[in-house]
């Protein structure tokens, strides 16, 4: 039984360009391979800084939304634009981050209000200010919350972060709502209004609601008083988003010694928080902003005090933590944002391509050599079939027929262009095509 030999390599058409197809067929793998790899690195692992980023801030004219502007103003100077959006206040800042179709990066929130929410997800820059809680009474003498029991007391709107605040420690202070202590939702002016006007026996303000301006009004209308926090330390073992502040004598008003005596406060801490996508160049620019928006000294803090990494309530970013360890790196020190953000990205791609192209450039001569001489060890496949037909004494017809296959392989290789340092090896071939016919005709 004859077996099929093979037959003879056809050229035809491709000859002048071998050359080049040996090249792209050697280097377009690796070049693919490291096209792939740098693409990959690039968008995954060190994607370019967004343009925009979205922040949720506050209620209008409250300070989380006055902090945010400064933000946004701060922002615009490295080409960030800050999308800032107005909310009821840290909750719904909180809820909104943790929604992904509301599409918010980062947002201002008040300690205390991430109960019952899934917040793993979302981490810390830092915290930058005290939101403090002040609580101004009718009569005197109460220094305890426990003490207000029974009476009617303001707890702040539906849905923000002074309500969610007052209602806990209340709780702890065994006043619930739907007891028999009545808890109205006050907030802010409106809620001091009603302290004055007897509406109410008490009136819990945080933050905003808290301001210097309506401190001294209630301490001036007789018969309101603002109560002292002598379990402060207590509260801030149990509620470890709590920190204890004092309001010293004089620090509302110097002349008329406003409080005359030291007040003891219990603060919440506002943190940035912001989901873990974001990026490390964006999250540099919004410590570097809260270090000139907050590190100012003011009347509850001293200088440089904000913003920090005291652990609160959500893990502290990575980022965070090497930039209040390190500072800026050199490149964003020395060079513009945008300009630095490339630089920076291109050396992070230099260690995955130097371990790509240098084994790569030391294969590819080997898979060089293995393209160019395989072009040479097609042929002999073809040869070696010939002269076993030779070799069998083959009737004339069948003789002419394989002198016919050794003119095509010759006029194959008269067009064959093969590269000067494998030179031998071609002729060294064209030897042995010779050889071929040679015992072809001695048959």
Same mark, same amino acid.
């Given at each position: ?37 740098? +693409? ?23 300070? *989380? ?16 634009? @800050? ?10 800042? @909180? ?140 509260? +801030? ?9 004092? @309001? ?115 294969? @590819? ?60 090896? *071609? ?7 010779? *050889? ?8």
């Amino acid at each position: 039984m004859k077996h099929p030999r093979p037959r003879p390599p056809q050229f035809s058409g491709e000859h002048s360009h071998a050359d080049l197809r040996d090249l792209t067929l050697t280097f377009a793998p690796i070049a693919v391979l490291v096209v792939v790899v740098v +693409t990959l690195i690039v968008w995954l692992v060190n994607p370019a800084p967004p343009r925009t980023i979205v922040m949720s801030a506050g209620p209008h004219d409250s300070s *989380f939304l006055l902090a945010a502007n400064q933000y946004k103003t701060i922002l615009a100077r490295n080409g960030i634009t @800050l999308k800032v959006l107005e909310s009821d206040g840290s909750l719904q800042n @909180l809820r909104r981050l943790l929604d992904p179709k509301q599409h918010v990066d980062i947002a201002l929130v008040q300690g205390g209000v991430s109960d019952g929410l899934p917040v793993t997800s979302l981490m810390s820059l830092g915290s930058v200010f005290y939101d403090p809680l002040v609580v101004f009474y009718r009569g005197s003498g109460i220094n305890g919350l426990a003490q207000l029991e029974g009476k009617r007391i303001a707890v702040g709107r539906e849905g923000s972060g002074t309500r969610e605040l007052a209602l806990k420690l209340l709780e702890a202070n065994g006043i619930r709502p739907g007891g028999d202590t009545p808890l109205l939702p006050y907030d802010g002016l409106q809620a001091a209004t009603a302290l004055v006007s007897g509406q109410v026996d008490a009136a819990l303000l945080n933050g905003d609601s808290a301001t210097r301006a309506l401190m001294l009004r209630l301490l001036r209308v007789p018969g309101v008083s603002v109560m002292n926090f002598d379990e402060a330390a207590a509260y +801030t073992r149990l509620f470890p988003y709590l920190d204890e502040i004092d @309001l010293p004598p004089g620090v509302l008003d110097l002349k008329h010694r406003i409080p005359p005596d030291t007040i003891h406060l219990i603060s919440p801490i506002v943190e940035i928080v912001a989901r873990s996508d974001l990026h490390p160049a964006i999250s540099d620019l919004l410590i570097e902003a809260a270090q000139e928006i907050h590190g100012t000294p003011g009347l509850l803090q001293h200088a440089d005090q904000f913003p920090n990494l005291t652990p609160r309530e959500y893990p502290i970013s990575e980022d965070a933590q090497r930039y209040y360890k390190t500072g800026k790196s050199l490149l964003y020190r020395s060079l513009p944002f945008w300009i630095a953000s490339v630089v920076d990205r291109t050396l992070v791609l230099l260690v995955p391509l130097a371990v790509l192209l240098v084994p790569g450039l030391r294969l @590819l001569p080997a898979l060089y050599r293995w393209r160019v001489r395989s072009r040479i060890y097609r042929f002999y496949g073809s040869l070696i079939a010939i002269e076993r037909e030779a070799l069998k004494n083959p009737t004339p017809q069948e003789r002419k027929v394989l002198f016919g296959e050794l003119d095509q392989i010759e006029a194959a290789l008269n067009e064959l262009r093969m590269p000067l340092a494998y030179a031998d090896a *071609f002729y060294v071939l064209r030897e042995h095509v010779g *050889f071929v016919r040679a015992r072809l005709m001695e048959e």
